[in-house]
Each structure stands twice: as structure tokens, then as C-alpha cells.
């Protein structure tokens, strides 16, 4: 039974350069979110979408974008990366997006 | 907004030894609270969670936490520790209506010595 899954699972990026992170969620999840976690704090909620429409945005630059395909998979588009955009990106998907959260392992964006 | 607040940062305890995380939430309507725990080098995974009915949670592993509403609390607790125990515990909230994100604390390392 394959959890969330995401793509890449680490990525170098140079400043001002564009990144887009993928996001699989687990069979039968409809909606997916993503969060930010720096190093030493707790994630940072970005996006949820749930059937395909946004239902959720936390406080990020317009620079962050994201979309849900038909089959509920995500991307998550961040442009003109800056350095303090390094963390880690967590998706996390649920049945209903309210219900209980299943995490994928992230990736770890470093810009330099 | 709401928001989270785990009092602790950083826990270090022997072997055997019991152990309490607070955690702090704020708002004043109905909330659902998870209790998330990151060992080192792995994927955020779910330990319990609070929706409704007892406030006494029990989880995996051993860990339980109580809700108590009118203290704005839901404290992680487990009678005796293990060296496998060693990692982050972060607290969330998710409130309100509707499909909600989830509001972390910033995170309770805690270090279990053998």
C-alpha cells in the first residue's frame, strides 16, 4: 500500500531559478496540502486543495503556486527562488482534508 | 488565526522515565488536535489524534494525551520511555469548518539517554 509519495527527494537550485515539486497522494485522498518546514520549526501550512480547487492558502508570496490534477496528484511551482526558500517541502494528503493527515517524506530544496 | 504553542523545546530524559509535552492551542471553537512525531531521518508520522467523544487519547506506542478544553491544552504523556523514543513531537491543530490546514507548534525534541 504505497503512502504519500513525492518527487524529487532532494534538489540544489541556484537564486532567482524556478522549482516545481511533485506530490502523489495515498489512493481514495482527494485533497493534498503542502507545507514549508525550516530547520527547527514546525511545518508551515502553503496550499490545500481538495478536488482539484484551491480551498486553502497560507501566508506565502505570490512567487508559490501550486495545482491538483485530475487523479488528485500535486505540484507545488515556487519562481525566483531565494535562499530563504531552503527547507523542507512536505505534502500531506487525506481523505476529505480535514480528517487526519498521511505525510510524504519531502523534499529538501536547498538554494544557493 | 489559531495558533500553537509547545512550551518545551527540548526534553532530555533516562530510560524508563515518564514524560509529559505540553501543548497549547488557541481558539475558542471546535477543534481537532494531532500529535505528530518525526524520527530522525523519516517522514512526519501520526501518533493520535483528538476529533471528539473521550478526551483521554490513546496512540500508538504507548503515548496517550488528554484534552482538557477549558485549559486549551492536549499534553502528550507516556509512562515510560525508551531509547527509540528519541525524536521531534510536534502538536496541530486544525479548526473552524470545513476543510481546514493543519497549525503546527514548533516542535519538542526530546532525547532519551540510555
Known amino acids: 500500500d504505497a503512502g504519500v509519495t513525492q518527487s524529487p527527494t532532494h534538489l540544489i537550485k541556484t537564486r532567482g531559478q524556478h522549482v516545481t515539486l511533485r506530490c502523489s497522494p495515498i489512493s481514495g485522498h482527494k485533497s493534498v496540502s503542502w507545507y514549508q518546514q525550516v530547520l527547527g520549526q514546525g511545518p508551515q501550512f502553503i496550499f490545500q486543495y481538495y478536488e482539484k480547487e484551491e480551498r486553502g492558502r497560507g501566508n506565502f508570496p505570490d512567487r508559490f503556486s501550486a495545482r491538483q490534477f485530475p487523479n488528485y496528484s500535486s505540484e507545488l511551482n515556487v519562481n525566483a527562488l531565494l535562499l530563504g526558500d531552503s527547507a523542507l517541502y512536505l505534502c500531506a494528503s487525506s481523505p476529505a482534508g480535514h480528517d487526519g493527515y498521511t505525510f510524504g517524506s519531502g523534499t529538501r530544496l536547498t538554494v544557493v | 488565526a489559531q495558533s500553537v504553542s509547545q512550551h518545551n523545546h527540548h526534553v532530555i530524559l533516562s530510560e524508563a522515565a515518564s514524560l509529559e509535552l505540553g501543548c497549547n492551542y488557541s481558539y475558542g471553537g471546535t477543534v481537532n488536535l494531532f500529535w505528530y512525531v518525526q524520527y530522525p531521518g523519516q517522514h512526519l508520522q501520526l501518533l493520535l489524534k483528538?476529533?471528539?467523544?473521550?478526551?483521554l487519547v490513546k496512540g500508538i506506542k504507548g503515548f496517550e494525551a488528554e484534552f482538557i478544553k477549558s485549559k486549551f491544552s492536549f499534553n502528550l504523556r507516556k509512562p515510560s520511555v525508551q531509547w527509540s523514543d528519541t525524536a521531534e513531537y510536534f502538536c496541530a491543530v486544525n479548526a473552524g469548518t470545513g476543510r481546514r490546514a493543519l497549525t503546527f507548534g514548533s516542535g519538542t525534541r526530546l532525547q532519551v539517554q540510555p
Open positions: 483528538y476529533f471528539s467523544g473521550d478526551p
